[in-house]
């Protein structure tokens, strides 16, 4: 039902047309069989009547089917479309903390696995419908001819529904159990992308990779595939008995039990034969639509979950950078819970102010929340208790998409984009050069319409593309976490001796999260993190040499 509602959710003008054609191409499948038998049975047909009839019903049937497979085949293309956009869509729209909990592996394996286990049911969805129809049709006409047979068939119908959905329950929850398994999976795929580099210098490393885990997870889910698939078969065949013991019961037994008129019989017999071709397509096509089920639900399950926690509102009249003088944050915290460890890592209460036109270093050994506290200044958190202010206004929901566009950032994990997406500026490509000469990079990239000609640089040379983002951008607050670890020692004096100079007379604030402690004498203002909380603030006026791990 779910995929139907998905169906009509996309567009049911279209749905309930190609319904309509549906029936009816099945309406003329039954009408055929009438006809054939009818000419079958008649002692002196009328031939030419019989004959355009079925040349009628013919088209007809063609021109239907048609029309119906090609009106299905528009909505479910368009419903696989929608599935994609809208799940990345509220992917996008939801908070970063609750996207980390879910881990990238899982979302990978929805928009990857699941959207393509829907896709493929969907695209079946046509021809399982015509059959549908040819099987409805074909059961009226069986009631036509006659009421007693009808009802017997119909009640070994409910018997082969009955006995086909109960052991069909079990074997979805099978294919529940290997839809856990596709998730862990993903997670080892990622580890064999990212850390191809570890597993092939390490034999036993690897070795213990694939057999310990991946092996492992790819056999439990193998095996939960196997059984839910296997129940399957074993419901189909018993559904395909059920269906040649009605056959044999209206051949051999009724007839000894009720005078039954011998053409009612071929009639049914052949009518019976010919749905058996439609029947074994809708049993077959059972199993892709259960697991279409659990992939929707693993979706919706997700997209119901990153809808209850979207509650940003977007509002793009208020997208436009703003000069600003003050940044307050006020009691500001945020906490993690590592379950596996029974601990938590508590980052505040943290109380900061921030000026236009002003650096602040932010210090702190690893693991002391810098780069939390980044997240948290930067709008990607929401804090759990405390509030933060922007010239005196308080940033919430309402403006926290705007609030965002207020920073240009580099994360020390960052994500270069190879095309500038999302910038109006006319002179773009003219801009870009003149950075890429700035950050010493003219040699190995050019820009054309936005697009840089390769990414595939050193860490560091991708660090500076990075940052080119960034000047680019233009907003009014910079920050840079651990922006200068991969730089080599001239270009990382040139960083904090020249580039973020250059950003505070431009009337920036430039907030650097930084371990070299050569240029801290550089900053206005150094704060130092210590287990989560503010250790200590420095003025620092007169540009001393300071050495704050002291
Ligand atoms: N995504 C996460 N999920 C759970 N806990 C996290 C996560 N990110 C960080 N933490 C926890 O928060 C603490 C602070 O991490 P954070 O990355 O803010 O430190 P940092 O000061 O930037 O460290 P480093 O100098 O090593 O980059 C860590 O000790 C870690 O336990």
């Excluded at 085949?73 to 696989?80: L, N």
């Excluded at 879910?102 to 393509?116: K, P, T, W, Y």
């Excluded at 092939?200 to 439990?220: G, M, N, P, V, Y």
């Excluded at 991708?462 to 000047?471: D, E, I, M, V």
Aim: charged share 20%.
């Amino acid at each position: 039902m779910n995929l139907i509602r998905l169906l009509l959710r996309t567009s049911s003008l279209h749905l309930s047309l190609a319904m309509l054609a549906g029936i009816l191409s099945g309406s003329t499948a039954a009408g055929l069989i009438a006809l054939i038998n009818t000419t079958l049975n008649q002692n002196q047909p009328s031939k030419t009547i019989l004959f355009w009839s079925f040349v009628g019903l013919c088209l007809l049937r063609l021109i239907a089917n048609f029309l119906s497979q090609i009106l299905l085949i528009q909505v479910s293309q368009k419903a696989i479309l929608s599935l994609r956009i809208f799940l990345s869509r509220r992917i996008l729209d939801s908070p970063l903390r609750h996207l980390e909990k879910i881990g990238s592996h899982a979302l990978l394996a929805v928009l990857v696995e699941d959207i393509q286990t829907i896709s493929n049911t969907i695209i079946i969805i046509p021809f399982l419908s015509i059959n549908i129809a040819i099987v409805v049709a074909c059961l009226i006409y069986l009631s036509w001819l006659s009421k007693l047979i009808f009802l017997i068939g119909i009640g070994f119908m409910f018997l082969g529904i009955f006995s086909y959905s109960l052991p069909t329950m079990k074997a979805m929850s099978f294919l529940k159990l290997a839809r856990e398994q596709e998730d862990k999976l993903f997670k080892h795929f990622r580890t064999i992308t990212q850390g191809i580099k570890e597993l092939k210098l390490h034999r036993r490393r690897r070795q213990a990779f694939i057999s310990e885990d991946l092996h492992k997870t790819a056999l439990s889910s193998r095996h939960h595939n196997v059984v839910g698939m296997s129940i399957f078969a074993a419901a189909a065949s018993w559904g395909q008995i059920l269906f040649f013991v009605a056959i044999g019961l209206l051949l051999f037994t009724l007839p000894t039990i009720n005078k039954i008129h011998p053409t009612i019989l071929s009639a049914y017999a052949l009518t019976i034969i010919y749905l058996i071709s439609p029947l074994e397509y809708i049993m077959s096509t059972m199993p892709n639509i259960t697991r279409a089920l659990v992939a929707l639900k693993k979706v919706e399950s997700l997209g119901l979950s990153l809808a209850t926690y979207s509650n940003e509102i977007v509002d793009n009249t208020l997208l436009l950078s703003h000069k600003y003088k003050c940044l307050e944050i006020v009691n500001l915290t945020h906490s993690y819970y590592h379950e596996q460890a029974e601990s938590s890592f508590v980052l505040g209460p943290i109380n900061l102010k921030f000026h236009q036109g002003e650096i602040v270093f932010i210090l702190g050994g690893n693991g002391s929340g810098k780069s939390t506290l980044a997240k948290l200044i930067t709008g990607l958190y929401m804090p759990e208790t405390g509030n933060i202010y922007l010239d005196g206004n308080l940033i919430n929901n309402q403006n926290l998409e705007w609030y965002r566009q207020q920073f240009s950032v580099v994360f020390s994990d960052f994500y270069l984009f190879d095309r500038f997406l999302g910038f109006d500026n006319n002179n773009l490509d003219a801009e870009t050069q003149k950075y890429l000469v700035k950050l010493q990079l003219d040699h190995k990239v050019k820009v054309k319409n936005g697009v840089l000609s390769t990414t595939d640089l050193s860490q560091g040379q991708r660090k500076r593309l990075a940052l080119l983002t960034a000047y680019l951008e233009d907003r009014p607050i910079y920050m840079f976490d651990e922006w200068a670890s991969d730089q080599d020692p001239v270009f990382k004096e040139i960083f904090y001796t020249q580039l973020l100079l250059e950003l505070k007379n431009r009337g920036k604030t430039v907030l650097v999260i930084s371990h070299d402690d050569q240029y801290f004498y550089l900053a206005d203002r150094i704060v130092k993190l210590e287990y989560g909380q503010v250790k200590t603030e420095h003025l620092n006026n007169r540009k001393e040499r300071i050495n704050v791990f002291e």
